[in-house]
């Protein structure tokens, strides 16, 4: 486990180069995947430096299927920021801002979770507080910041939870 | 044949629904009088815009040519990058002052952008306006 732990510092890492590596050739040869797996290795080996504590638990499943729903609820709010952008006049709309207190503690989860947010149309995540216990959030239009915010934790947060459970 | 008809008009509304919600966007950038509320607009929209684009690519090239994959991975990094740049636009309006002052946070003493340092506090104040020493 150690020698394993040695050699592959990251392993999803690794995975994730090799596949991005296969990718950029754009068609699938042995020798090509092979170069891939190697840079794989190296790579990760060589930067284990500044990332010296990875997450204890990830699992992949569940990245998965949260990652598919937040692709649906990015398609589902587009539409509805367009339609805020197309028929709301700037003097009815009303942004506000929101505090998310935050129960995650890795910053690895924390950073998926502000991307969520930033990519889900009509939410912004814009900054953390000093010693990361709240996110700031920038909401485009809402009559109900405090839902808003009950919303984020419920639909995002809960599940990244378990992910990195 | 039907196939390749078929998926003609997959990508000709791929197209049109990523040229909608770019315009959308677009839009959105002139319209909005506010710098924060600006930054939603093609920040977002973009996003499915760019997507719809990059699926009408995958599609022809599905269709008409040898078939292509790195449309993936633009949407991969894109997706990845995005939020980073719209934080940083964020953070800028809120160094300079330029949108309502954000509430405190409940359990620490403020947001990360509004923290001086211990060495800067001397200066506290001047960060609102723009600096006239500089030079």
């Given amino acids: ?165 | 044949m039907t196939g390749e008809i078929i998926l003609t008009y997959a990508i000709a509304i791929s197209l049109l629904v990523g040229s909608i919600f770019a315009l959308v966007g677009a839009i959105g950038l002139l319209k909005f009088n506010d710098s924060m509320t600006r930054l939603h607009a093609p920040t977002k929209v973009g996003t499915v815009g760019i997507g719809a684009f990059l699926l009408a690519s995958m599609l022809y090239s599905f269709t008409y040519g040898e078939g292509s994959m790195h449309e993936l991975l633009i949407m991969a990094f894109l997706f990845v990058t995005a939020p980073i740049s719209a934080n940083f636009m964020a953070k800028v309006n809120i160094h300079r002052r330029a949108c309502d002052t954000p509430p405190e946070p409940p359990r620490d003493d403020t947001w990360s952008t509004l923290n001086v340092p211990e060495e800067d506090k001397h200066m506290e104040g001047d960060s609102a306006k723009p600096s006239s020493t500089a030079g």
Avoid: C
């Fill in chain 1, 1 to 165: 486990m150690n020698a394993f732990r040695w050699l592959l510092p990251h392993p999803l890492l690794t995975l994730i180069l090799a596949v991005v590596w296969t990718l950029l050739q754009n068609e699938v040869s042995a020798g090509m995947v092979v170069f891939g797996i190697i840079l794989g290795v190296i790579i990760p080996w060589v930067t284990s430096a500044w990332w010296p504590e990875p997450p204890k638990s990830f699992h992949l499943g569940r990245m998965i299927t949260y990652s598919i729903m937040v692709i649906w609820d990015i398609m589902v709010a587009n539409v509805e920021v367009a339609w805020i952008v197309l028929t709301k006049p700037n003097a009815k709309l009303k942004p506000a801002w929101i505090v998310v207190p935050l129960e995650l503690k890795q910053p690895e989860a924390i950073t998926i979770l502000a991307g969520t947010i930033t990519l889900t149309p009509g939410t912004v995540s814009a900054d953390l507080s000093d010693e990361g216990h709240s996110l700031l959030v920038h909401v485009l239009h809402t009559d109900d910041p405090d839902a808003v915010r009950d919303d984020i934790k419920s639909r995002y947060e809960r599940r990244l939870k378990e992910i990195f459970a």
